[in-house]
Nanobody, 126 residues
Framework: VQLQASGGGLVQAGGSLRLSCAAS????????VGWFRQAPGKEREFAAA????????DYVDSVQGRFTISGDSATNTVYLNMNSLKPDDTGVYYC????????????????????WGQGTLVTVSS
């Protein structure tokens, strides 16, 4: 599956952005789709993930209550709605996918994700 991430940009603290991760080549059925982010000078970290078949989500504590991950089967796209953005949210955001079949596990370890998009830059100014 090929992933295309988009939606990044420059926003003031407290603002909102919506990131999109579109799949081509196949649907997300049976996949977990995650968003990972890498701040300048830091390692990439897990942000949020969605189990496409059957639902289920997971978030890193620092975005819980501010970010919402969702999927649209009509467009085969996963969205990350980001509200109340903070300067610490600045970074390159990557979407990734891992085929899990009927497993209910939502993985947060990036090493377990096989497919990756190209990344989209989010900059939050103070």
């Amino acid at each position: 599956v090929q992933l295309q991430a988009s939606g990044g940009g420059l926003v003031q603290a407290g603002g909102s952005l919506r990131l999109s991760c579109a799949a081509s080549g196949r649907t997300f059925t049976g996949y977990v789709v995650g968003w990972f982010r890498q701040a300048p000078g830091k390692e990439r970290e897990f942000a949020a993930a969605l189990r496409w078949s059957g639902g289920g989500t997971d978030y890193v504590d620092s975005v819980q209550g501010r970010f919402t991950i969702s999927g649209d089967s009509a467009t085969n796209t996963v969205y990350l709605n980001m509200n109340s953005l903070k300067p610490d949210d600045t970074g390159v955001y990557y979407c990734a996918a891992r085929y899990t079949g009927f497993s209910s596990t939502i993985h947060t370890d990036e090493r377990l994700y096989k497919y990756w998009g190209q990344g989209t830059l989010v900059t939050v100014s103070s």
